[in-house]
């Protein structure tokens, strides 16, 4: 079975708009989680945001290897610490950067129930929190660079997702 969905990649603008709140979790929105974790699995990544696959909605999925969670309307309560750590992006797919952010997060957010989540996370599922929840705001990876190597990255991906050479 393939996913239904094709994750967009850079240069698309619906990965630079923040997204909209969800207001009903609904039939439509346990289907629509259900295709994102398949489409992750198959690409294959560890998280995939709405946007991701054209939905301007706040929400994602994510598995660490604990199995399939979805994350409703989440919000970042606190940060702490700092950590470097080589990071990628379904969306940039076959690049990476040295990026850093928070080591650990409490992340507060509602399951597919309308359940209240709150998770405090470190490293790996603390930086995973924190790439969605940029997708939720139209952030992409490149944002954390500075100076040259943004530069760099940017070359980068303007030469590989948005001049193709059409032939
Ligand atoms: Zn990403």
């Not at 054209?54 to 660490?64: I, P, Q, S, T």
């Not at 470190?122 to 943004?150: C, K, P, Q, S, Y």
Request: proline share 5%.
């Amino acid at each position: 079975m393939t996913s239904p969905y094709d994750v967009r990649v850079f240069g698309d603008p619906v990965l630079r708009k923040v997204a909209e709140a969800v207001t009903d979790i609904d039939g439509k929105l346990v289907q629509l989680a259900d295709d994102m974790l398949q489409t992750m699995y198959e690409e294959p990544g560890l998280g995939l945001a709405a946007p991701q696959v054209g939905v301007g909605k706040r929400f994602f999925v994510y598995d660490v290897g604990e199995g399939p969670e979805v994350m409703v309307n989440p919000t970042v309560i606190e940060t702490r610490d700092e950590w470097l750590f080589e990071e990628g992006c379904l969306s940039v797919p076959g690049l990476s950067w040295e990026i850093v952010r928070p080591k650990e997060v409490h992340i507060q957010g509602y399951n597919l129930d309308g359940n209240e989540i709150n998770i405090e996370a470190d490293e790996l599922l603390a930086r995973l929190f924190l790439h969605e929840m940029d997708h939720l705001n139209g952030v992409l990876l490149i944002d954390h660079l500075e100076g040259d190597t943004r530069k760099a990255a940017m070359r980068t991906l303007r030469e590989t997702f948005i001049d193709p050479v059409n032939l």
